[in-house]
């Protein structure tokens, strides 16, 4: 279940392979199913890692990016800018949409980071249209937003984190 944004079937793909040729490289019998069954079972949860994160990333990302609507367009605005701050930013995210980085939970802080990221760029930058940063008096309408943004990451990241567990 990947995206084809992040190509990340294919980074599966050539993971798994890896892993299962080394698994594979120490079978006695391949006539042996009691020893081939361990060998698959032991190369589910080896693959786990990578393949959860590269799902979720990809089904989340492209249900971000792809999407049109408020809080998406307040997602894909901090995102950008995030990730335009510099390597220090966007250093892990595209390590983990690489395959580089096999950690759930790592992209799950990433996630809320680019999130929370994006809800000061909501209250901090001036909006398309405008000159200036959103004055205090908008606040209140911000923050339903920042709640929306907030609500909207969950509606789209956590069936999928869920499925992945």
């Not at 200036?132 to 606040?139: L, S, T, V």
């Amino acid at each position: 279940m990947r995206h084809p944004l992040t190509a990340g079937g294919m980074t599966v793909a050539l993971n798994d392979v890896v892993i299962l040729s080394d698994l594979l490289a120490h079978v006695k019998s391949f006539g042996n199913w009691d020893e081939i069954s361990a060998v698959l079972r032991k190369w589910h949860y080896m693959r786990k890692p990578l393949a959860s994160t590269i799902n979720t990333m990809s089904m989340s990302w492209a249900g971000i990016f792809a999407a049109h609507g408020e809080a998406f367009d307040i997602m894909q605005e901090g995102a950008f800018k995030f990730f335009g701050k510099g390597a220090k930013y966007s250093d892990e995210p595209m390590s983990l949409a690489a395959g580089i980085l096999k950690s759930p939970s790592l992209l799950a802080r990433n996630s809320i980071t680019i999130v929370v990221y994006s809800i000061w760029v909501l209250f901090t930058h001036p909006r398309p249209g405008n000159k200036y940063a959103p004055r205090f008096y908008e606040y209140p309408l911000l923050l339903v937003k920042a709640l929306n943004v907030i609500w909207t990451i969950g509606v789209v990241m956590g069936p999928v984190m869920w499925a992945e567990m």
